[in-house]
């Protein structure tokens, strides 16, 4: 019998010391495996592996550490001083479960670069056209996709440092540069929130930068199938050419959840302000769509003072308040936004637009505004100007927008209740615009003086060569001159009907060709 208990228990722990030993071994030789991981990773991505120190930690815990890393694909497309991963020994040799206890990432560089007619240096060369790829075998083109499912996995912590993506438009001839210096996740794992706190940068050439610093707070489900963004909450310095930096903080939750994304809760606070959203993305991977809410409340003399725009503030106490909302969806290349209600300072509105994105783009409008009072606007001083700066000639500019009206078609309305300031006062105003193949049509009428005010634009610009040609024809009928004038002095009514052209885009060809009757 006891003979028996010592073959047994030879069994019970001599075969797992032994297997364990033999592990050991063959971890002993890290290199032996280097040839054979870089040629399975080049079979999986088309890209060549270079691992140039490759080093094993035995107990505890289980540890792989590799230093400089590169991988290429006809050049270099990305770098890595250092990564290592800790696996808790017990728990993979007692229950074969997959603990990771450290994942530690230090010192990667992509380089992505977009060339000409769509190529660019990420896509393998024998894969750069997917229809002429074989499916891997066992998985046709109809075949559903297996849920990603890491089973019991658990990681204490994630850290990755000095990270750095740049990507390079030869084609556009810019340079986006994004870095994470920081980004710490621990306690990653299936059915509890776990947090992430990370800090980066976003370079956009010389026009844009963007400091941002935060934390969050993520869930997940076995499989993948289920991603719960508690809270996710940034503070952003943003620096733009020639403005000042603007400071503000975003905060986001949200799931994701059967091919569905819904943000709950986007508010952005900003300097003078708040935006506040939700929407959901339906169908990412197949017709993608979104569909939501905003809405906007902001001091815009703060926001103007912020921007470094404060010499644009008119005197007086207008623009103290602006408040926007609607609803907005978008499928294909169209972004519709109903329910558009607002207020500037008592002035209140409402409308719809539509946005189609095409070879040339199409905006559709209608707005009605309530009435705008504008007598709070104080007029600003001015001085009378040297009699020698009357007899300048007036330097030459463009005065119609050649380039946008062949850029983009327009059908808009927006008609006015009324409006006041201190030296007008206009009731029904309206205002229509028709741009088609660079052909605008645009319209205006109101009821001012006790009279009313009509007339109608036409600009013709769709030659291909540079010849623009113009009409003007405007109405008055029943104005009050004395009202006017502002002066008592003279009385009576007054009726204007006036048909003008004029041929070319420049001041000077519009004076030189001007002609018509009034």
């Given at each position: 019998l006891?003979s028996?208990?010592?073959?047994?228990?030879?069994?019970?722990?001599?075969l797992p010391?032994?297997?364990v030993?033999a592990l050991?071994v063959l971890l002993?030789?890290?290199e032996t495996?280097?040839?054979e991981?870089a040629?399975?990773?080049?079979a999986a991505?088309g890209?060549?592996l270079?691992?140039?120190?490759m080093?094993?930690?035995y107990f505890?815990?289980?540890?792989?550490?590799?230093s400089?890393v590169s991988?290429?694909?006809?050049?270099?497309?990305a770098e890595l001083?250092?990564?290592?991963?800790?696996?808790?020994f017990?728990?993979?040799v007692?229950g074969g479960?997959l603990?990771?206890?450290?994942?530690v990432?230090d010192?990667?560089?992509?380089n992505?670069?977009s060339q000409a007619?769509?190529?660019?240096?990420?896509?393998?060369l024998?894969?750069?056209?997917?229809s002429?790829?074989l499916?891997?075998?066992?998985?046709d083109s109809?075949?559903e996709?297996t849920?990603?499912?890491l089973g019991?996995?658990?990681?204490?912590?994630?850290d990755?440092?000095?990270?750095i993506?740049?990507?390079?438009d030869?084609?556009a001839?810019?340079?986006t540069?994004?870095s994470?210096d920081?980004?710490?996740?621990?306690e990653?794992?299936?059915?509890?929130?776990?947090?992430?706190?990370f800090?980066?940068?976003?370079?956009?050439?010389?026009s844009?930068?963007?400091v941002?610093?935060?934390?969050?707070?993520l869930?997940l489900?076995p499989?993948l199938?289920?991603l719960?963004?508690?809270?996710?909450?940034?503070?952003?310095?943003?620096?733009?050419?020639?403005l000042?930096?603007?400071?503000s903080?975003?905060?986001?939750s949200?799931?994701y959840?059967?091919?569905?994304l819904?943000?709950?809760?986007?508010?952005?606070?900003?300097?003078g302000?708040r935006?506040?959203?939700?929407?959901?993305?339906?169908?990412?991977s197949?017709a993608p769509a979104?569909?939501?809410?905003?809405?906007?409340?902001?001091n815009?003399?703060k926001v103007l003072?912020?921007?470094?725009?404060?010499?644009?503030?008119p005197?007086g106490?207008?623009?103290?308040?602006?408040r926007?909302?609607?609803?907005?969806?978008a499928?294909?290349?169209e972004?519709q936004?109903?329910g558009?209600?607002?207020?500037l300072?008592d002035?209140?509105f409402?409308?719809t637009a539509?946005?189609?994105a095409?070879?040339?783009p199409?905006?559709?409008?209608e707005?009605?505004?309530?009435?705008?009072?504008?007598?709070?606007?104080?007029?600003t001083d001015?001085t009378?100007?040297d009699?020698?700066?009357?007899?300048?000639?007036?330097?030459d500019?463009k005065?119609?927008?050649?380039?946008?009206l062949?850029?983009?078609?327009?059908?808009?309305?927006?008609?006015?209740?009324?409006l006041?300031?201190?030296?007008?006062?206009?009731?029904?105003l309206?205002l229509?615009?028709?741009l088609?193949?660079?052909?605008?049509?645009?319209t205006?009428a109101?009821e001012?003086?006790?009279g009313t005010v009509?007339?109608?634009?036409k600009?013709?610009?769709?030659?291909?060569?540079?010849?623009?040609?113009?009409?003007?024809d405007?109405?008055?009928g029943?104005?009050?001159?004395?009202?006017?004038?502002?002066?008592?002095w003279?009385t009576?009514s007054l009726?204007?009907?006036?048909?003008?052209?004029?041929?070319?885009?420049?001041l000077s060809?519009?004076?030189?060709?001007?002609?018509?009757?009034s």
């Amino acid at each position: 019998l006891m003979s028996r208990l010592i073959v047994i228990a030879t069994v019970v722990f001599g075969l797992p010391t032994l297997a364990v030993a033999a592990l050991l071994v063959l971890l002993a030789h890290p290199e032996t495996f280097q040839d054979e991981i870089a040629q399975g990773f080049e079979a999986a991505t088309g890209w060549q592996l270079n691992v140039e120190t490759m080093q094993w930690r035995y107990f505890p815990p289980v540890s792989l550490k590799l230093s400089r890393v590169s991988v290429e694909n006809e050049g270099p497309l990305a770098e890595l001083s250092e990564a290592s991963v800790d696996v808790a020994f017990w728990p993979l040799v007692l229950g074969g479960n997959l603990e990771l206890q450290g994942i530690v990432v230090d010192g990667l560089k992509l380089n992505l670069e977009s060339q000409a007619e769509g190529a660019n240096n990420w896509t393998p060369l024998d894969r750069a056209r997917p229809s002429a790829r074989l499916p891997p075998p066992g998985l046709d083109s109809t075949s559903e996709p297996t849920p990603f499912d890491l089973g019991n996995l658990r990681i204490a912590s994630v850290d990755i440092t000095n990270m750095i993506v740049v990507h390079t438009d030869a084609v556009a001839a810019t340079r986006t540069e994004a870095s994470v210096d920081q980004l710490r996740a621990v306690e990653i794992g299936y059915g509890a929130p776990f947090e992430i706190n990370f800090s980066g940068k976003l370079n956009h050439g010389d026009s844009l930068s963007l400091v941002t610093s935060g934390r969050a707070h993520l869930q997940l489900e076995p499989g993948l199938r289920r991603l719960e963004l508690n809270e996710l909450s940034l503070e952003n310095e943003l620096s733009l050419a020639d403005l000042p930096k603007v400071r503000s903080t975003l905060n986001l939750s949200g799931t994701y959840f059967a091919d569905q994304l819904k943000l709950n809760q986007i508010a952005l606070t900003v300097p003078g302000g708040r935006l506040e959203g939700s929407l959901v993305f339906a169908d990412l991977s197949t017709a993608p769509a979104l569909a939501g809410k905003w809405s906007a409340l902001l001091n815009p003399r703060k926001v103007l003072e912020a921007v470094g725009a404060a010499s644009a503030l008119p005197t007086g106490d207008a623009l103290q308040s602006f408040r926007l909302a609607s609803d907005f969806s978008a499928s294909g290349k169209e972004l519709q936004l109903t329910g558009i209600e607002g207020t500037l300072d008592d002035a209140a509105f409402n409308g719809t637009a539509t946005f189609t994105a095409g070879v040339v783009p199409e905006v559709r409008f209608e707005m009605d505004v309530g009435v705008l009072d504008l007598s709070a606007l104080s007029a600003t001083d001015s001085t009378p100007a040297d009699v020698a700066a009357s007899t300048t000639p007036i330097a030459d500019r463009k005065l119609i927008p050649v380039a946008l009206l062949r850029s983009l078609n327009a059908d808009g309305r927006v008609r006015i209740a009324g409006l006041r300031s201190a030296d007008l006062e206009a009731a029904n105003l309206d205002l229509a615009v028709i741009l088609r193949e660079a052909r605008l049509t645009a319209t205006f009428a109101a009821e001012a003086y006790g009279g009313t005010v009509d007339w109608q634009a036409k600009v013709n610009a769709s030659s291909a060569g540079l010849n623009v040609s113009s009409r003007l024809d405007a109405h008055a009928g029943g104005i009050d001159v004395a009202a006017l004038a502002a002066t008592q002095w003279i009385t009576g009514s007054l009726t204007l009907d006036s048909g003008l052209t004029s041929q070319g885009s420049m001041l000077s060809e519009i004076l030189a060709s001007i002609d018509g009757s009034s």
